[in-house]
């Protein structure tokens, strides 16, 4: 039944950036619907309290303190996995967002935030993919899910690094999809919109089509559509959850053009 | 228990849904689909000589514990889909998913394809389905909202030889899905598309054309064409709750086809 192929019992999933927000509620729904967790952030404190939800929905949570920026704490990460459940089948690249010099015109960054924007949005994604995979191959699957963002697909104003990181990860995720489709790892890219984390600065979402700011429980279903057997074919996708807004965008919401004459012709 | 609490919000319990082109694989395939995540489906076709194969489908439809409701006619005008949208509201109590299935492929020599042809393959497969979302995105709006997903084609992305009236059509159902859905995002009325890539169906040339159909297979990352009902899950998800923050997109269900060089 249909259903069914939206079920994760038997699997395990590390989701990163899993202290809050969007990680936490992706490791919540994961554990529902019947994975074992991998919870890893910097934030032990953070970490605690997902952990807890994962375990009261019945399922084992292992946390893993980790910077996704320091490759040998990500491989830890990753060993820790396979010694505590023996397996990883699905991986969701969460962890990223802001970085000192958001914010800035490109003439006012210094080479280290700008390197503290990829590194934190880009080339931890990398070290994830890279830790993971091996124990894909030998077990002949898994799934792997990028957290992008609409900057990775439109530029943003006085956006750099994250920008042009979170392009970058959706070039990571085709070609990850190209090079292990016969392998059966897949890899596809989420592409959220403002969700409550970014509330704040958007005044309720009154310019998003759909009239509100994303809940961070609603990306649950995404991810684990995105986690399970329901998307297998699926493969280098991405997937935008945003309300209506990248649908659009070239007139501010709410202002389009009136009826013309040649419309009631 | 746990479980149902992950699952919850994909289920469309009771949900009248309304597919347009069961006859055809694609649109079966949702019908079924459907009615396995709970809803009761109305089979709308334009092939009058599709009857018995919708029937059986009712009928498998039925064993499910759901509603089915069949339409045949000959051939899909406006008048035509008003009525199928009536008739869902009448038999089974609303109409509030609507999948539009429809699709006819043509392949010709741009040089070689006629006015007749250029108004046949849009006619087919982008004004049939302009008409459908209108007619049932006019009783979703009037009864308080309702989901619309169109079945399109990876083509609307990209280019195909002796494709080009037919991967316009394609691009300007997605382009229909954008717009709609911003007209009617605040009227509680999604519509998103799917694209396919190369889908096991004898009428498409992946199937009918022996020699472009070998190369063709070699050249897809899992080297394989895509089965009909691999649309379930993206179709579920964007039809249910769980998608209630997704509007205007697509979701290209192509094993990786879009991203290759």
Known sequence: ?265 | MALNEALKDFSIEGKAALVIGAELPLGAAAAQILAEAGANVMLASQEPGTGDALKELAKKIGALGRKAAVKIQSAITRADLSACVDLTVKQLGSLDIAVNALDVPFFAPAEASDDTAFEKVLENNFKTVWMACQEAGRSMVQHGGGVIVNLTSIMAERGVPNGSLYAAAQAAVLSLTRSLALEWARKGVRVNAIEMGWVEDERSPAVKDEEFAQTLVKYLPEQRLLKPEELGGALLYLVSPAAAYVTGQSVAIDGGLLCRV
């Not at chain 1, 969460?94 to 490109?106: E, P, S």
């Not at chain 1, 935030?113 to 894909?136: H, P, S």
């Not at chain 1, 897949?186 to 409550?196: D, Q, R």
């Not at chain 1, 991810?223 to 057997?229: I, V």
């Open chain 1, 1 to 265: 039944m249909i259903l069914d192929s939206f079920k994760l019992d038997g699997k395990v999933a590390i989701i990163t950036g899993a202290g809050r927000g969007l990680g936490r509620a992706m490791a919540v729904r994961f554990a529902q619907a019947g994975a074992d967790v991998v919870a890893a952030a910097r934030t032990l404190a953070e970490l605690e309290q997902t952990a807890e939800q994962v375990r009261q929905t019945g399922r084992k949570c292992l946390i893993a303190q980790t910077d996704v920026t320091r490759s040998e704490q990500v491989n830890a990460m990753a060993a820790a996995a396979i010694k505590e459940f023996g397996r990883i089948d699905i991986l969701v690249n969460n962890a990223g967002g802001y970085h000192k010099g958001m914010g800035k015109r490109l003439h006012e960054l210094t080479d280290e935030e700008w390197r503290e924007g990829i590194d934190t949005n880009l080339t931890g994604q990398f070290y994830c993919c890279r830790a993971v995979i091996t124990q894909m191959l030998e077990q002949q699957g898994g799934k792997i899910i990028n957290i992008a963002s609409g900057w990775g697909l439109r530029g943003g104003k006085n956006v750099f690094a994250y920008a042009c990181a979170k392009g970058a990860v959706l070039q990571l995720t085709r070609s990850l999809a190209v090079t292990y489709a016969k392998k059966n790892i897949y890899a596809n890219c989420i592409v959220p919109g403002i969700f409550e984390g970014a509330a704040q600065y958007f005044q309720g979402g009154k310019f998003i089509p759909i009239g509100r700011i994303g809940r961070d429980a609603e990306l649950g279903p995404l991810a684990l559509f995105l986690a399970s057997n329901a998307s297998n074919h699926l493969n280098g996708a991405f997937i935008t959850i945003d309300g209506g807004g990248l649908a659009g965008g070239i007139t501010p919401t709410g202002v389009f053009p009136r009826l013309t004459e040649t419309a009631e012709a």
